[in-house]
């Protein structure tokens, strides 16, 4: 299937594209760890069926030098010990703010302590903007069927420049 609609050609979107871009940027450049930046990022792709986000983030994540296990265990994190307890805390937080619609409560009060315990406010502020930054990008990539497989490392950075 192809994509619907090619956002990357429509003067709209590309003006839209360069002001996410830089919502991006602020939490690119926050004290949130890169790697935990691209674990929720996947996880949180994975769960909204995106494969562009999928594609993008493990491509990314693999040209900074995360390791090839940690990035096929994402989707089972529980069920893993490669990851930090605080890695860990931001995959939980990644799931529940992806999966609302699943959960009354939202994200849990257990869930919101491990994050208040492993990072301070300025990372917290970073990680929840990221969760809703990282659902955002899936939408449109979803909506339009934009396929995954053809990323290449930073392809986007000189575009949004």
């Known amino acids: ?22 919502a991006g940027l602020v939490i690119q450049q926050s004290s949130l760890p890169k790697s935990t930046q691209e674990l929720v990022s996947l996880r949180a792709s994975q769960i909204n069926g995106c494969g562009w986000c999928i594609d993008m983030h493990t491509t990314e994540a693999v040209a900074a030098g995360e390791s090839a296990v940690r990035l096929n265990l994402v989707a089972a994190w529980r069920e893993s010990t490669v990851f930090t307890e605080a890695e860990q805390a931001a995959l939980a937080l990644a799931e529940e703010g992806t999966r609302l619609a699943d959960a009354s409560q939202g994200v849990s009060n257990e869930t919101w302590a491990q994050v208040r315990k492993h990072y301070d406010d300025d990372q917290i502020a970073a990680l929840v903007s990221l969760v809703a930054l990282i659902n955002a990008a899936n939408r449109i990539a979803v909506i339009v069927h934009q396929k995954g497989g053809s990323y290449q490392p930073g392809m986007f950075a000189a575009a949004f420049d």
């Open 1 to 22: 299937m192809d994509a619907r609609f090619n956002m990357f050609d429509n003067e709209i979107a590309m003006r839209f594209f360069k002001r996410f871009a830089n």
